[in-house]
């Protein structure tokens, strides 16, 4: 799908074989945070989800593609659509490069990727991220990309005993 291909990465659907990679990434606690998950996923749970991620958006609700590098096909993170409303047409957007492929421009290039995809083929009006005030270098990916600081949610994450305020960033399609 040319949407989805990029200069140094592409989007995919999630294959059986990409198992183990979400293994590291969902059991990684240092994405516990932007993931809201407190607890480790098993293997079986995980395999689970993939058999079922043959489901559409608009019946899923959601989508999950996987990043890969598209010289060495290795998966460097993935990004997701998520609480996906037709009705309304808009979604949320998540990101997740694995730590050894951070710094590499392939959240920027997946982001660029899945926001096009989203306006072209979705039809949405709307995208939204929900980001920590200390995540630095997200604020500043998802500013390149137009997305406008809407509001802030004072104490809305608790992290290793810390409160921390979560922005939300919107961009709206003007097309």
């Known amino acids: 799908m040319v949407t989805l291909t990029g200069k140094q990465i592409n989007l995919r659907a999630i294959e059986p ?3 183990e990679f979400l293994f590291q990434i969902e059991n990684n606690e240092l994405f516990w945070e932007v993931s809201n998950t407190q607890t480790p996923f098993s293997r079986f749970l995980l ?3 993939i058999e079922n ?4 958006i608009y019946e899923a609700k959601q989508l999950r593609l996987v990043i890969y590098e ?6 460097v993170g993935l990004i997701d659509l998520f609480d996906f409303n037709p009705q309304h047409k808009r979604a949320g957007l998540g990101i997740i490069i694995h730590q050894d492929f951070q710094k590499k421009g392939y959240a920027s290039e997946a982001l660029d ?3 096009n995809y989203c306006f072209i083929h979705l039809h949405l009006h709307q995208l939204y991220a929900n980001i920590t005030v200390d995540n630095n270098d997200s ?3 998802f500013k ?3 997305f406008k600081e809407i ?10 005993g810390i409160f921390k305020d979560e922005i939300l960033f919107q961009r709206i399609n003007e097309k």
């Open 17 to 19: 074989e990409d198992l």
């Open 47 to 49: 395999k689970k989800y």
């Open 53 to 56: 991620c043959h489901l559409d």
């Open 70 to 75: 598209n010289t060495t096909n290795i998966s």
């Open 113 to 115: 990727l899945l926001i």
């Open 139 to 141: 604020i500043s990916l």
């Open 144 to 146: 390149k990309y137009n």
């Open 151 to 160: 509001g802030i949610k004072k104490d809305w994450i608790l992290s290793k």
